[in-house]
């Protein structure tokens, strides 16, 4: 339910300041603690740049839209170590692991949000859950000779109301309140009503749409294998502008026509060109493929839903994906069908459906039985007995393997939100509007999006760091403007 988080009068500002966080998420309370607690009075001490730089641009290439623009903030401003200090203060023990990704040592998301409930508490953040927000405005503050805004606000059922002074009756009249603010913070995540909001202040959304999600799979090669990961996988997406090739839906047997490569080998010339133009490095991605019971997850594929979020998008959510199950020992068809033709000579005698010669691969057992029949290959045919087509059907559907995509997961099981805020009407070190002063934006409804691993957040902690510590320095700075005096003569 919608949260409306509202740092009140900024304690430590110079005059009376008012910042209303829209949204009580990551971004939300993480930008509302670090705005009340004042601008820190060090600038951060910042490591030599080798220790700090490069993590950081690794870092940023784990975002597919925004990863040029959050450099800056990741390096210069709050990057993943900032971050998990800044929760190791205030108690928070992390553990490290393998991949790099960074838990609470309880293994409970809890502990994080209990976490930032206290700080909010103690920055004297004041929260009025299930309260929906219904207007946004700018106005102006002559008092302050600044321009503000007025937020209309539906009295929760269940919250407290907000005991503020910036608080009147709603403008309108029925239940509620007209809450005044000097900033604002709108961190509504994937909220609809967020982007309505920012477009209506003169902001330009790129159109939202959903990103790290499975793909859903009809191919008798993967059906009834619902569990079954390989470790070291590729899948890379068949562009839709690209030809798919005709039999992606069929799997492949021993003597079908060639598909793939060979097929676009076969295409004319003109489209050739266009399927070599569309080549996009981040529609490849190599890491564990999980198939599923409808079709295909696990770190590779997210990855892959994200970086070809808006061609999966434009296209229906239709397609094709193209896996090597065996791209820890096999980066191509070709090498494949050569790893299995030597098998014919060096182990001929030995069962086709039983031994993958590709050791390195680790493809299970079930899989691979699976891949062997689907190429036509008998349950009890050796190496030694297997004509070509044969192997060259078992390298297709091993390191070529074109599954057809008839849609992506359940709406709402993805995880994030491609699109938001335009960032180039966005200043990244402050996140203000570049149009509306006093405006910020944080977390999800910015147009930056990451894979999975922690990257959402660390966007979310980021671009709140930046906003709550840019509306507190521009809170202390404000003066109070002397009273207007009325003269008699
Ligand atoms: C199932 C799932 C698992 C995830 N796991 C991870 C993970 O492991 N690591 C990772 O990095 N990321 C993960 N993410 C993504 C991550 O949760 C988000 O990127 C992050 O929470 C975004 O934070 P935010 O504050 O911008 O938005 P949100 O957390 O969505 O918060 C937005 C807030 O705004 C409020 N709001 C909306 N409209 C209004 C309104 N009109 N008035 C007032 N309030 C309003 C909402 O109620 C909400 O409280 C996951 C996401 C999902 C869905």
Redesign the pocket.
């Known amino acids: ?4 988080v509202a740092a009140g009068r900024l304690q430590h500002a110079r005059a009376l300041s008012t910042l209303a966080v ?7 309370y993480f930008g509302a603690i670090e705005a009340a607690a004042g601008p820190a009075p060090l600038r951060k001490v910042k490591i030599s740049g080798g220790g700090r730089c490069n993590p950081a641009r690794e870092i940023a290439q784990g975002y597919p839209r925004g990863s040029r623009q959050l450099l800056g903030p990741l390096s210069a401003a709050f990057g993943p170590r900032d971050a998990a200090a800044w929760f190791r203060e205030r108690g928070v023990n992390l553990k490290t692991e393998a991949d790099g990704r960074m838990f609470p040592v309880t293994d409970s998301s809890q502990t994080v949000i209990d976490c930032l409930a206290a700080a909010a508490r103690a920055a004297g953040v004041r929260c009025a859950s299930t309260s ?2 219904i207007a946004l405005a700018r106005e102006s503050h002559p008092e302050s000779a600044t321009m503000g805004f007025e937020i209309d606000v539906v009295s929760g059922s269940s919250g407290a109301p907000l005991q503020h002074a910036a608080l009147a009756p709603p403008r309108g009249g029925g239940s509620g309140y007209t809450l005044s603010a000097d900033f604002v913070l709108l ?5 609809r ?2 982007y309505k909001w920012a477009e209506q202040l003169g902001h330009t959304i790129s159109p939202p749409v959903p990103s790290l999600f499975t793909f859903t799979i009809r191919d008798p090669r993967i059906e009834g294998l619902a569990g079954v990961a390989v470790q070291d996988a590729e899948i890379s997406l068949v562009p839709i502008e690209a030809p798919v090739p005709a039999a992606a839906a069929a799997p492949v047997t021993a003597g079908a026509a060639p598909e793939g490569a060979a097929a676009a080998a076969a295409a004319p010339p003109q489209q050739k060109r266009k399927a070599k133009a569309k080549r996009d490095p981040s529609l490849v991605q190599r890491g564990p493929v999980l198939i599923t019971h409808s079709g295909v997850s696990g770190p590779a594929a997210l990855k892959l839903s994200a970086f070809g979020a808006r061609h999966l998008q434009r296209g229906g959510y239709k397609g094709a994906v193209v896996v090597n199950w065996v791209r820890g020992a096999a980066a191509s068809e070709a090498e494949a069908l050569a790893a299995f033709q030597k098998m014919r000579t060096a182990s001929a005698r030995r069962e086709v459906a039983t031994y993958c010669p590709l050791e390195q691969a680790s493809v299970p057992k079930r899989l691979w039985k699976a891949l062997v029949q689907h190429a036509g290959i008998g349950d009890n045919e050796q190496w030694g007995g297997c004509s070509n087509a044969k192997l060259a059907a078992l390298a297709r559907n091993a390191a070529a393997c074109d599954l057809s995509v008839v849609g992506k997961g359940a709406f709402k099981d993805e ?2 939100t491609c699109g938001g805020v335009a960032l180039e009407n966005l200043d990244m070190k402050t996140m203000e509007s570049r149009t509306v002063p006093g405006l910020h934006f ?4 910015v147009d930056v999006d ?1 894979i ?1 691993g ?5 966007s ?1 902690w980021t671009t709140s760091w930046c906003a709550g510590h840019a509306i507190g320095s521009s809170a202390q700075q404000r003066q109070p403007q002397p009273q207007a005096q009325a003269v008699d003569t």
Not at 187 to 191: F, Q
């Open positions: 339910m919608a949260l409306v829209v949204g009580g998420g990551a971004a939300g929906p927000l961190a509504t995540g994937s909220s009503e967020g995880f994030v944080a977390g999800e409804i990451g999975t922690g990257y959402n957040f660390q979310a």
